[in-house]
């Protein structure tokens, strides 16, 4: 083989074949590059979006059995833009992950946060909300837990639930306070209120919203969090797909429509 003519060193000349073979190994192979997610939803006109309906603002069930929240009303702007229908399907925090790698559905959405564990099976979108963990917990007592050294004290019982991101930060933070692992995110709260539980570190989002539902409710560090974290969709490894949400989420970012939308949960 005769030496390269365009100043490419020796050294780097046999790397450079080997990816010209390979390239070419692969035209000769006959394989077709895999359909993206983005032909599949545009041909078949439905989009797959994995939910959990347990987590106001973001996705919850009313009293008719629909879903509603944040994601829900982004979801279904998403889907305009394609021409599809929304399919909701059913997940769980704790299941979510495997989920994804099932194929069951085309992104999920819904409050879910960038964490590097989720990372490493799927792709994030760009974030579309900044948030953090925060305390919440009666308004009478609110005082007592302004800080995680007041929180995490013997004594104290910090309500949970299992599978997510509330959860990896309890156990990460708490040690000394009791630990309750409550199922029922739709009910978390009334454990609060009941005194069944003393405070519940989440997300500064479901912080504000439950304190507008319930008066009885504060947050313990209004303003304040603990972390932050960016809120954002999840999908599977295509990067056509991905490419495609950021560009809506970029634009609906600029046009308003995710602050509105936003504003008409919490405000």
């Known amino acids: 083989m ?11 000349a046999p790397f450079l074949w080997a990816c010209i073979l390979l390239f070419a190994s692969g035209c000769r192979s006959g394989q077709k590059a895999a359909v993206s997610i983005l032909d599949k939803v545009l041909v078949a006109h439905e989009l797959r979006v994995g939910l959990t309906g347990d987590y106001p603002p973001f996705s919850y069930l009313n ?20 021409d599809a229908e929304v399919r909701f399907v059913k997940t769980t925090w704790p299941t979510l992950i495997a989920d994804l790698k099932a194929g069951r559905f085309d992104m999920a959405i819904g409050g879910i946060s960038k964490n590097l564990l989720r990372q490493r099976v799927g792709l994030f979108s760009k974030g579309y909300s900044i948030g953090g963990k925060t305390p919440i917990a009666r308004c009478e007592d609110a005082g007592l837990y302004t800080s995680l050294e007041q929180i995490d004290r013997a004594g104290v019982r910090v309500i949970v639930n299992p599978g997510g991101t509330n959860q990896a930060f309890v156990n990460r933070n708490i040690h000394q306070a009791t630990v309750i692992v409550f199922n029922d995110n739709t009910a978390i709260f009334r ?39 960016e809120k954002a969709c999840l999908l ?25 939308v936003f504003s008409r949960f919490l405000d």
């Not at 570190?201 to 008066?215: A, N």
């Open 2 to 12: 005769t030496a390269f003519r365009s100043g490419i060193s020796s050294t780097a």
């Open 63 to 82: 009293d008719r059995g629909e879903y509603e929240g944040i994601d829900v009303v982004l979801a279904m702007d998403l889907a305009e833009t394609l």
């Open 191 to 229: 454990e609060i209120r009941e005194d069944r539980a003393d405070v519940m570190i989440t997300d500064s989002e479901e912080v504000r919203l439950q304190h507008k539902i319930s008066p009885d409710l504060c947050p313990t560090m209004p303003g304040k969090t603990f972390d932050q974290f």
């Open 236 to 260: 599977p490894r295509d990067l056509i797909w991905k490419a495609y949400v950021d560009a809506w989420v970029e634009q609906r970012l600029l046009d308003g429509t995710i602050a509105g």
